[in-house]
């Protein structure tokens, strides 16, 4: 299933299924046996039919919403190797800790927004008929060092805009590990049909408007004095990048 598609359900029960589990992140099978009131028979059947329709997927008895982000790939530069590959549930603390690195070192408010939504909704990937949302992460010997992060969503007027974050800790960078996932979390967004990704970042954060102005993004607008930092009003600066 690709995270452009709503999930479309045959039965209010697979629905409540595919839905329990989607908010949750990952679920027991046993677990989810309760959800419902079915017979078991009846049970096996809705969750194979959401297995075989690419809606969750299964190992060792943990059920996950299953999204198509794309295969991994490995890069060695210098004397660094690392991975560029979708996130998942049991990326949870590796990103929360990253993104939290993050901002602990520059102003990124939705970055921060991003994490706080993690911790509340305890799930990585999101999928429904009013949002999605993705991660690709970067890692070192199995460590998530850095992200992107893209929101997509499911409303029809905004189906052609996607907001896209990346980030990086702060030993890692200078290895162009912010390139590759910002190239990526494009590469992604063109592919499947969307005509820009953005940005908001405050004024102030000079080294995330300098990345992304390298790779070629634009300011597409400036709100006035739309975060409150350290007792200041600041500037964000919206950045737009056309596919």
């Known amino acids: 299933m690709g995270a452009i598609e709503r999930p479309t359900f045959s039965s209010d029960a697979s629905r409540q299924l595919y839905e329990y589990v989607e908010r949750n992140g990952t679920v027991k099978r046993h677990k989810l046996l309760d959800v419902v009131s079915l017979p078991t028979d009846e049970f096996r059947d809705h969750l194979e039919g959401l297995k075989s329709d690419g809606y969750l997927e299964e190992d060792g008895g943990t059920l996950q919403i299953s999204l198509e982000f794309g295969a991994i790939t490995e890069y060695e530069i210098d004397d660094?190797?690392?991975l560029v590959r979708p996130g998942r549930q049991d990326d949870f603390d590796g990103l929360i800790e990253t993104i939290r690195d993050v901002t602990a070192a520059e102003t990124y408010v939705v970055a921060e927004t991003i994490a706080e939504e993690l911790l509340y909704e305890d799930s990585v990937s999101r999928h429904n008929a009013v949002k999605s949302r993705m991660f690709f992460v970067a890692s070192v010997d199995g460590e998530v060092v850095g992200w992107t992060h893209l929101d997509l969503p499911q409303v029809e007027p905004m189906q052609g805009t996607a907001q896209q974050t990346v980030g990086v800790r702060e030993a890692y960078r200078g290895n162009g590990i912010g390139t590759k996932l910002?190239?990526?979390?494009?590469?992604?967004?063109e592919a499947n049909g969307y005509r820009k990704v953005y940005n908001s970042v405050p004024?102030?954060?000079?080294?995330?408007l300098e990345f992304l102005t390298v790779h070629g993004w634009d300011t597409e607008a400036i709100r006035r004095d739309h975060y409150e930092i350290d007792g200041e009003c600041v500037d964000e600066v919206m950045m737009a990048y056309e596919l």
């Open 203 to 208: 004024i102030t954060n000079d080294r995330a």
């Open 182 to 189: 910002l190239a990526r979390g494009i590469e992604w967004a």
């Open 80 to 82: 660094l190797s690392f």
